[in-house]
């Protein structure tokens, strides 16, 4: 078990770019969350796959925001046109609906927009 | 809607000292709680959780926090706090009844500890 798994772990941007973020969750994990940490704030939900399907959305996400889990393992998080605003810490994390209730988190990516 | 509040940006403790970090949840049913630790330029990590049955639960570290209802409190304490406590706690709440789903976190509390 080699635990959750962000990548890349920094990533610096032009405003208007796009950017991709992976997440491997632990491996009999059926559940992904993704959620957003501004400094000094904790972390925000901003959506969760169980297996492929995507069951919640957060009205956070704005239409710029598209994740994907295609086949029930890792995910994408993509962000399209960026914005200085989003420059933050994307973390991800997975749990064994179930099973048990907590979540497991990855190191994070850490998103700076200039 | 649930929310999570959290008294206290930034507590200083001595080493050896008590450690008390609070937290207080608004929800119409009592979710499942949780306290993780966050380390500079780190993810989360689990400390403990309180799902059901015993209301007083002990995580890693030393650490251990109690459940009230009546309060609806979720507080964390150590007896003594050592250098490496040094970090920020987050309390989190999700929904009881969805097998757990998103995590609704608190602001934070940054513990620092004087030797």
């Known amino acids: 078990d080699t635990g959750v798994s962000q990548d890349p772990r920094h990533k610096i941007t032009k405003r208007g770019q796009n950017v991709t973020f992976r997440c491997d969750p632990i491996s009999e994990h059926n559940r992904l969350y993704w959620y957003r940490q501004t400094l000094g704030q904790g972390p925000e939900f901003l959506t969760y796959?169980?297996?492929?399907?995507?069951?919640?959305k957060s009205r956070l996400l704005s239409d710029r925001f598209s994740a994907e889990r295609p086949k029930g393992s890792f995910s994408t998080l993509e962000i399209q046109r960026t914005e200085q605003g989003d420059s933050a810490m994307y973390l991800c994390?997975?749990?064994?609906?179930?099973?048990?209730?907590?979540?497991?988190f990855g190191p994070g990516t850490r998103l700076t927009v200039t | 809607a649930q929310s999570v509040t959290q008294l206290g940006s930034h507590v200083s403790v001595s080493e050896g000292a008590l450690v008390l970090l609070r937290c207080n949840y608004s929800s119409s049913v009592p979710p499942y709680l949780f306290w993780y630790v966050q380390y500079p330029n780190q993810g989360l990590q689990l400390l403990l959780k309180?799902?059901?049955?015993?209301?007083l639960v002990k995580g890693i570290n030393g650490f251990e926090a109690e459940f009230k209802k009546s309060e609806t409190s979720f507080h964390l304490t150590k007896p003594s706090a050592h250098m490496s406590d040094a970090a920020e706690y987050f309390c989190?709440?999700?929904?009881?009844?969805?097998?757990?789903?998103?995590?609704?976190f608190g602001q934070g509390t940054e513990l620092s500890v004087k030797p």
């Open positions: 989190a709440v999700s929904e009881r009844g969805n097998q757990g789903g998103k995590l609704i």
């Open positions: 994390a997975s749990s064994f609906a179930g099973l048990t209730y907590e979540q497991y």
């Open positions: 796959f169980q297996n492929e399907a995507q069951l919640e």
């Open positions: 309180y799902t059901t049955g015993a209301t």
